[in-house]
C-alpha cells in the first residue's frame, strides 16, 4: 500500500510564499507522475502542477509562474513551492500519483492552505 503524506500547508498573507512537501512511502521512481491538485469549498478538485518520471513539468495556467513542482528522488518526495500566493489559492492541496504499472492513482489525505488578504 502506498502512502502519501504532505506537509507544509497553512495561513500565509497574499503575496507571500509556501512551500508544500509530499513524503512517499517507495520510490517515486515507481510512478510514471506525481503531482499535487487542490480543491477549494464548493469547487472540484484541479490540476495545479505534475512532474513526469522523465522530470517533465506541467502547470494549471492560473499557477504558470508562480508555483514550481520539483522532487528528490533519494529522499522520494516531491515539493511545491508557493510564491505570490493569491486568495484564489485557498485550498485543500492533495498529493498524486500514478503507479507506472498498474496505472493506479494513490492520493495523500490533503492540507490545508489558506491565503488571507
Known amino acids: 500500500q502506498v502512502q502519501l503524506v504532505e506537509s507544509g500547508g497553512g495561513l500565509v498573507q497574499a503575496g507571500g510564499s509556501l512551500r508544500l512537501s509530499c513524503s512517499a512511502s517507495r520510490s517515486i521512481f515507481t510512478f510514471s507522475t506525481m503531482g499535487w491538485y487542490r480543491q477549494a469549498p464548493g469547487k472540484q478538485r484541479e490540476l495545479v502542477a505534475t512532474i513526469s518520471l522523465g522530470g517533465r513539468t506541467n502547470y494549471a495556467d492560473s499557477v504558470k509562474g508562480r508555483f514550481t513542482i520539483s522532487r528528490d528522488t533519494v529522499k522520494n518526495m516531491v515539493d511545491l513551492q508557493m510564491n505570490s500566493l493569491k486568495l484564489d489559492d485557498t485550498a485543500v492541496y492533495y498529493c498524486?500519483?500514478?503507479?507506472?504499472?498498474?496505472?493506479?492513482?494513490?492520493w495523500g489525505q490533503g492540507i490545508q492552505v489558506t491565503v488571507s488578504s
Open positions: 498524486e500519483a500514478t503507479d507506472y504499472v498498474s496505472v493506479r492513482d494513490y
